[in-house]
């Protein structure tokens, strides 16, 4: 199945899901490269590569809001706690938050520092600021605070989701995973 | 007397006509401009040249003779980023350490065209000197005059962006400079 059913995550979500998984952590590398390489062609290329992988995780991003939005959600294990629903639902939707507000700070920050960017090498980036030192500076904070949340409740969902999978003995990270899930 | 002394006056203004100096032109800073555009990614990275003069002796009839001599003050670069204006003072670049200021002096300047003229001289930047062509349009009307043009300089030979800069990419070899300077005739 494609779509998502109250039991289990179609294909879509799962690719979604992984494909961004991967990017994200590729994109930590990328940041923290770019940002201590010292002035030279290669630090200008990896920020190239930071900047597009980070456009492509706003698309991304977008259609999978979308496409959770238009689809149902697997309901969580009936038993669980309701402190540990309250805490899925707040980190699921902070998770949505920041993969949203990083890019988007990244995005100011590039416009504000007014600095020519093609995305993938491939087509301009608009600028969605004008150029400000100022806000630059601010950005550049925002954007590296918002990192630090994200590493941190990254961590968090990823300890609940092998709790979940060792500790609880619950399928919820097994459905995630390619190819299980298609008994519903 | 009084007749042989006016005789004497026409006289000499008219030999003074005949071999009458170029003038002498002085910028008006304001109504001024050089800009460069450099490229990024094959993008156009644009910046100006905010602290220039420019010094002209120059008759648009008779322009052999004439001498041109504009001085560039690099410190007042602006490529319109904090980022990248801070960039372009290291070594690898201006080295404004070392070169505050470039400057081109020609005393070859000929007419190709109506208005159309070309100033062959030297280039002094980053403290290499360059046999280089400056091609410029003449819009004269009494005492003023606009002076316009534009020319394509390659800046490895001048040693801006050494090192791993030194290949033409990300940041490509060929600069454009384009000029429109507004020129006063000195009283």
């Given at each position: 199945?494609?779509?998502?059913?109250?039991?289990?995550?179609?294909?879509?979500?799962?690719?979604?899901?992984?494909?961004?998984?991967?990017?994200?952590?590729?994109?930590?590398?990328?940041?923290?490269?770019?940002?201590?390489?010292?002035?030279?062609?290669?630090?200008?290329?990896?920020?190239?590569?930071?900047?597009?992988?980070?456009?492509?995780?706003?698309?991304?991003?977008?259609?999978?809001?979308?496409?959770?939005?238009?689809?149902?959600?697997?309901?969580?294990?009936?038993?669980?706690?309701?402190?540990?629903?309250?805490?899925?639902?707040?980190?699921?939707?902070?998770?949505?938050?920041?993969?949203?507000?990083?890019?988007?700070?990244?995005?100011?920050?590039?416009?504000?520092?007014?600095?020519?960017?093609?995305?993938?090498?491939?087509?301009?980036?608009?600028?969605?600021?004008?150029?400000?030192?100022?806000?630059?500076?601010?950005?550049?904070?925002?954007?590296?605070?918002?990192?630090?949340?994200?590493?941190?409740?990254?961590?968090?969902?990823?300890?609940?989701?092998?709790?979940?999978?060792?500790?609880?003995?619950?399928?919820?990270?097994?459905?995630?995973?390619?190819?299980?899930?298609?008994?519903? | 007397?009084?007749?042989?002394?006016?005789?004497?006056?026409?006289?000499?203004?008219?030999?003074?006509?005949?071999?009458?100096?170029?003038?002498?032109?002085g910028m008006d800073a304001a109504a001024s401009r050089?800009?460069?555009?450099?490229?990024?990614?094959?993008?156009?990275?644009?910046?100006?040249?905010r602290r220039f003069n420019t010094?002209?002796?120059?008759?648009?009839?008779?322009?052999?003779?004439?001498?041109?001599?504009?001085?560039?003050?690099?410190?007042?670069?602006?490529?319109?980023?904090?980022?990248?204006?801070?960039?372009?003072?290291?070594?690898?670049?201006?080295?404004?350490?070392?070169?505050?200021?470039?400057?081109?002096?020609?005393?070859?300047?000929?007419?190709?065209?109506?208005?159309?003229?070309?100033?062959?001289?030297?280039?002094?930047?980053?403290?290499?000197?360059?046999?280089?062509?400056?091609?410029?349009?003449?819009?004269?009307?009494?005492?003023?005059?606009?002076?316009?043009?534009?020319?394509?300089?390659?800046?490895?030979?001048?040693?801006?962006?050494?090192?791993?800069?030194?290949?033409?990419?990300?940041?490509?070899?060929?600069?454009?400079?384009?000029?429109?300077v507004t020129?006063?005739?000195?009283?």
């Open positions: 199945m494609l779509r998502n059913t109250r039991e289990s995550w179609g294909a879509p979500a799962k690719l979604l899901h992984w494909t961004m998984a991967a990017l994200v952590f590729a994109q930590f590398a990328l940041g923290w490269l770019a940002a201590s390489w010292r002035l030279s062609p290669t630090k200008l290329n990896l920020f190239v590569w930071h900047k597009s992988t980070g456009i492509l995780l706003l698309a991304l991003v977008t259609v999978r809001i979308v496409w959770r939005l238009l689809n149902p959600t697997p309901a969580l294990p009936a038993g669980l706690p309701r402190w540990e629903r309250a805490a899925a639902r707040a980190s699921h939707l902070l998770l949505y938050l920041l993969l949203v507000a990083m890019p988007l700070t990244g995005w100011i920050i590039n416009s504000t520092a007014n600095i020519p960017f093609r995305v993938f090498w491939l087509f301009p980036l608009p600028d969605i600021t004008a150029p400000d030192k100022a806000l630059e500076e601010l950005a550049k904070k925002v954007h590296l605070g918002l990192f630090i949340a994200l590493a941190l409740t990254l961590t968090v969902h990823i300890g609940a989701a092998l709790r979940h999978h060792f500790v609880k003995h619950n399928d919820i990270l097994a459905r995630m995973l390619p190819g299980k899930g298609r008994r519903a | 007397m009084n007749l042989r002394a006016r005789l004497a006056g026409a006289l000499l203004l008219a030999s003074v006509g005949a071999t009458a100096p170029a003038a002498d032109w050089l800009e460069f555009i450099a490229t990024y990614e094959r993008q156009a990275a644009p910046g100006v040249f010094r002209l002796r120059f008759d648009p009839e008779r322009p052999q003779g004439g001498r041109l001599h504009v001085t560039v003050m690099l410190a007042n670069t602006d490529m319109d980023s904090t980022d990248i204006n801070e960039a372009i003072r290291a070594p690898e670049w201006f080295d404004l350490a070392r070169f505050q200021q470039a400057e081109f002096t020609s005393s070859d300047i000929r007419r190709t065209a109506p208005r159309q003229y070309v100033a062959r001289g030297v280039l002094r930047l980053k403290g290499v000197n360059r046999e280089v062509t400056v091609p410029f349009t003449w819009d004269g009307a009494g005492d003023t005059a606009v002076m316009a043009g534009e020319l394509t300089l390659d800046r490895t030979a001048f040693g801006i962006g050494t090192g791993e800069w030194a290949a033409g990419d990300p940041i490509g070899l060929h600069v454009k400079v384009k000029f429109k020129l006063r005739k000195a009283g």
